[in-house]
């Protein structure tokens, strides 16, 4: 663990200790000074979770715009109201996750958990610089004023990019630098851990968006925050960022109408319950799925079409042993 990440958790596993003692968390070293109130009383009651449980700077759950089905991933959850409020968005059906690197944490988000009687989310130990979870196994990515806690924050971002499957949504409320901080604060690792030194402009933020291969990248400010003895100017945001569909990563040009795309990519995302692992590079995808009859006459069908409306690539399928591998390339 890096001195940033031991920093950090030290703060937050404070602060879990601080919670589980039902103290309020809500002061200067929160992310931003509104903890909470950006939840509807209506929400933290359908969770039974007391408002002092949010140490975030928004609600990315709004932002997110969950379905019933999906399978959802916090990134530092915390206290885990974001992954309990999303795990009722997505039931009946779907999943939520939240990965966090500090134990007791991970006790106080368990303890909400059954708390609320929510079934459909599991409370994972990790880092979101390596997610626990594999390649295209969640469907929207979620997080609330962590990743500028992150000395990586690239790595974080590809990362959430692996685990998202095609055609997947980024929806993260954060903080970002609106001017540049002093040296002395970045240099503070206590700084760091408040959710102030740590912060990147927007700039940087979308560039390692775009890198990471995310599009449609939208940074929304939602509040301007100053915090005592700290010069330069720090603010709340709203982020969203797409992973292209199979198609849209090689950026060809299909001759599908909206609702056709809606149609095939649901069609897509039905197969993946037999998909084992998926990779993008450079103008190729490639993908490897269970094999079984089914599989192979719907893959087969779909690819049919692919082929008809997406002219530009190369679209080949093969048996290898027990698996169907799928390779898609930019022609
Ligand atoms: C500011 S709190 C936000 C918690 C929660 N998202 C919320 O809105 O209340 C930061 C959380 O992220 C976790 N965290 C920070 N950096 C992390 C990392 N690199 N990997 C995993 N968890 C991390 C901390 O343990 C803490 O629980």
Redesign the pocket.
Known sequence: MSDI?EA??E???A??LQMAQSSSCCDTS??DAGCANEYSAEELASVGVDPT?????GNPTLLADLRPGERVL?????????VLLSARRVAPGGHAYG????DE?LAVARGNQGKAAVANATFLK????QIPLPDASVDVVI????IN???DKRA?LREAYRVLGPGGRLAV?DMVALAELPAEVKRSLDQWAG?VAGTISIDEYTAALRDAGFKDVDIEITREVRLEGVDGAIASAYIRARKTSLTGSLDLACGLTDAELAQRRDEWRALEAALVQRTERDGLVEAAYRASPEVRERLERLLALERQCCPGARWDLREDGALLRMRISAT
């Open positions: 990440q950090v958790r703060r937050y596993a602060k879990a929160c992310c449980a949010s140490l975030g700077c916090d990134l530092g959850s915390g206290a885990g109201l974001d990965v966090d690197m500090t944490m990790g880092t979101i610089e997080s609330n004023c962590v806690l992150a000395a974080v409320a959710c």
